[in-house]
């Protein structure tokens, strides 16, 4: 490093103003603490003969007062007046006048009282007061001539190792640094590199700059391996790009299509020529919602990115193509707009593909609305794909919205808990467990009563690719016409059990399957013992056995009519 480069090196100086202002707080503070301490120990020096006055002149004075010895009282006070930084002494007398010594103004002084008192007969006598000045001034002068003595020396000081250091750390630093950027600016891209050696002795052991020399090398050399690399890899992307059914477009600032791959028209079979100098609104046989190409103009004028922006074009043979494209915009290293860089793929196929879908999924919508009960389709991981109206009125009845996407458990647990299930909050929670349970191993015609008195019969069918089908009919007329059945069942048992007549039911056999209470009673069985048993060998007589069971066998075979009304002897 020259002279010129050593004087405006800016570590160099950053390195002297640190080292010149860090010594200089250094030396502030010790500075300051030392003085401090000086002050305070002169100022306690002060109060410390202040307070022996007390002790030693005090009693004297108040002798030679008692006495009026005027000469006595002279003395003393000018040997208080000899006390160090003691410059006033004032003496007052009760009843015959003052004495005062010292200077007539004291400049920051510290003052002390004192009162002169005499026993007399058994009597505490005031007999004067002497006030005794000291000022501070002088202890202040001191301490700045003291101060100035330090800084001047401890800023020649500072200066000089500050120097010093500053040379030390050219030699060994700076002109080592000044070696390693003219090495640096010299590498250029695809040049061989060349060893880093600095301009000094060689070192028995590696220091920090031989570190920082080796790591230059090191990161030269992967930086022209990493150039190579990326020569390789833009090949490779070059032949990737050639190879894949995507292809590359740019603009201009002006938003105009500037280049596009040279295999677009291998994919698309739309000569490329047509879009060169074209804004994309311009494309001949474009297909587009006018709201939506508003949209993306404005997208592009802003100079945002884009993504899976779609589109439609009429080809020359009449047929129409799907594309769809992403873009970004591009800067150059001062901020200016260069145009837009980005893909395109054709998807038309895929766009035909949905279109099919799309059909398939109306179909299974409207086949779904059309069936009367409530019907569901779930997906695989049980998240609701489409219901009916039927379906989505349960939920309405609730208060509740059903939303698709949203899984089958949600949907049982927000329709208890927004009251559609009946019943305390233990019953309900053990409902639902029960139907999350059921759900899990599918079967058909559950059944459960809803809180607006409707039951429903349910049925779950797992389809082959895992989606579940789900339907809930509404079961209430069935179920009223059950309860009806049971009651009438119920209550024509009750009409039996009173009868005053005997009434049985026998099965083909003639065994005894219900027998009255009357007819327990009159018989003398209980109705345990009679059940099935034989009727006719129970009640009929021997003679009357054969003749009233084949009797029995023909009405049961057909060949019989029963009469209505038929008596005889009841075997005892």
């Known amino acids: 490093m020259s002279g010129r480069a050593y004087a405006k090196g800016r570590i160099a100086g950053r390195l002297l103003v640190a080292v010149v202002l860090f010594s200089s707080v250094i030396t502030l503070v010790t500075t300051g603490t030392q003085l401090f301490l000086d002050y305070r120990n002169d100022v306690g020096e002060i109060r410390h003969n202040l307070a022996l006055v007390e002790s030693t002149y005090v009693p004297s004075l108040a002798n030679s007062v008692w006495v009026a010895d005027d000469h006595q009282i002279m003395i003393l006070l000018e040997g208080l007046l000899a006390l160090p930084d003691v410059r006033r002494v004032s003496l007052s007398v009760a009843g015959a006048g003052s004495y005062d010594v010292g200077a ?27 006030v005794v000045s000291a000022s501070v001034q002088e202890v202040i002068d001191r301490l700045i001539d003291r101060a100035t003595v330090i800084l001047i020396g401890n800023g020649v000081k500072t200066f000089l190792v500050a120097g010093f250091i500053l040379l030390i750390f050219y030699l060994l630093v700076t002109r080592h640094l000044s070696a390693l950027s003219q090495y640096a600016r010299g590498l250029s891209l695809g040049d061989k590199v060349k060893p880093l050696d600095l301009p000094r002795r060689k070192q028995k052991v590696a220091d920090e700059l031989d570190e920082l020399a080796e790591s230059i090398s090191d990161l030269a050399a992967r930086v022209q391996s990493a150039y190579r690399l990326a020569q ?28 596009i791959s040279e295999h677009h028209r291998q994919i698309t079979g739309i000569d490329s020529s047509v879009f060169i100098g074209r804004r994309r609104e311009e494309f001949p046989g474009l297909i587009i919602d006018p709201n939506r190409l508003a949209e993306h103009q404005l997208v592009m004028e802003r100079r945002l990115p884009f993504r899976d922006f779609a589109y439609a074009m009429r080809a020359g043979d009449g047929s129409i193509k799907h594309f769809q494209t992403s873009g970004r915009p591009c800067w150059d290293v001062d901020g200016r707009f260069l145009g837009y860089r980005g893909i395109a793929r054709d998807i038309t196929a895929a766009f035909q593909a949905h279109e099919a879908r799309q059909r398939t999924e109306l179909q299974l919508a409207r086949a779904i609305e059309a069936i009367p009960a409530a019907c569901a389709l779930f997906d695989e991981d049980d998240g609701l794909i489409i219901c009916n109206n039927t379906y989505r009125s349960l939920f309405d009845k609730v208060g509740r919205t059903v939303e698709t996407g949203t899984t089958f458990e949600e949907l049982v647990r927000t329709y208890a808990a927004s009251g559609g299930i009946p019943g305390t909050q233990d019953e309900v929670d053990a409902w639902v467990a029960r139907r999350l349970n059921r759900r899990r191993r599918p079967e058909r015609n559950f059944e459960y009563l809803r809180s607006d008195g409707h039951w429903a019969e349910v049925s779950d069918y797992v389809l082959d690719d895992g989606r579940v089908l789900h339907f809930a009919a509404d079961a209430t007329a069935r179920k009223n016409a059950e309860a009806r059945a049971q009651a009438e069942r119920v209550k024509a048992t009750e009409y039996l059990q009173v009868a005053q007549t005997i009434i049985v039911a026998l099965n083909r056999e003639g ?13 003398g069985y209980r109705l345990e013992e009679v059940l099935g048993k034989d009727w006719f060998e129970l009640v009929f007589p021997p003679d009357l056995l054969e003749p009233s069971r084949e009797l029995f066998d023909a009405v049961i075979a057909g060949e019989q009519r029963l009469d209505e009304y038929v008596e005889h002897d009841i075997a005892e």
């Open 104 to 130: 007539a103004e004291v400049e920051k002084a510290l003052t002390e009282t004192y009162v002169l008192r005499r026993d007399h007969r058994g009597e505490d006598l005031v007999i004067g007061t002497l």
């Open 511 to 523: 065994q005894v399957e219900l027998l009255n209470r009357y007819g327990c009673e009159v018989l």
């Open 232 to 259: 390789e890899s833009e090949q490779r992307f070059r032949d990737y790009a050639e190879a894949s059914s995507d292809w590359f477009w740019e603009t201009g600032p002006d938003l105009r299509i500037s280049g």
